[in-house]
Nanobody, 127 residues
Framework: QVQLVESGGGSVQAGGSLRLSCAAS????????MGWFRQAPGKEREWVAGIYTGTGSTYYADSVKARFTISQDNAKNTLYLQMSSLKPEDSAMYYCAADYRRWTQYTISDPLRYDYWGQGTQVTVSS
């Protein structure tokens, strides 16, 4: 059974840090791409960061660049998102996403690039 399980969310004051984790299991093939998205109440889902698992190439939304770091532990099949200098506007439900398709028309920031999604972990940043 394919699973993506996020953890690490919580409440923090502005300027603080959190590290999200996403444990992947049950996939029939090696994951090619993994990413983090977020969605705040009343807003559209927003891409945060992505990583191509084979090359380790990472990409970030402008809103989080230099504050967030996406990384992976291949031995543990786990994706991380280290979040620093958190702002109230970072408050949202954060979702992990993954896919093992090697060739698609979608970019790493497009939700359609990903076939598999976790249930989400809540991040709340207070001012």
């Amino acid at each position: 059974q394919v699973q993506l399980v996020e953890s690490g969310g919580g409440s923090v004051q502005a300027g603080g840090s959190l590290r999200l984790s996403c444990a992947a299991s049950g996939f029939p093939d090696t994951l090619v791409v993994m990413g983090w998205f977020r969605q705040a109440p009343g807003k559209e889902r927003e891409w945060v960061a992505g990583i191509y698992t084979g090359t380790g190439s990472t990409y970030y939304a402008d809103s989080v660049k230099a504050r967030f770091t996406i990384s992976q532990d291949n031995a543990k099949n786990t994706l991380y998102l280290q979040m620093s200098s958190l702002k109230p506007e970072d408050s949202a439900m954060y979702y992990c996403a993954a896919d093992y398709r090697r060739w698609t028309q979608y970019t790493i920031s497009d939700p359609l690039r990903y076939d598999y999604w976790g249930q989400g972990t809540q991040v709340t940043v207070s001012s």
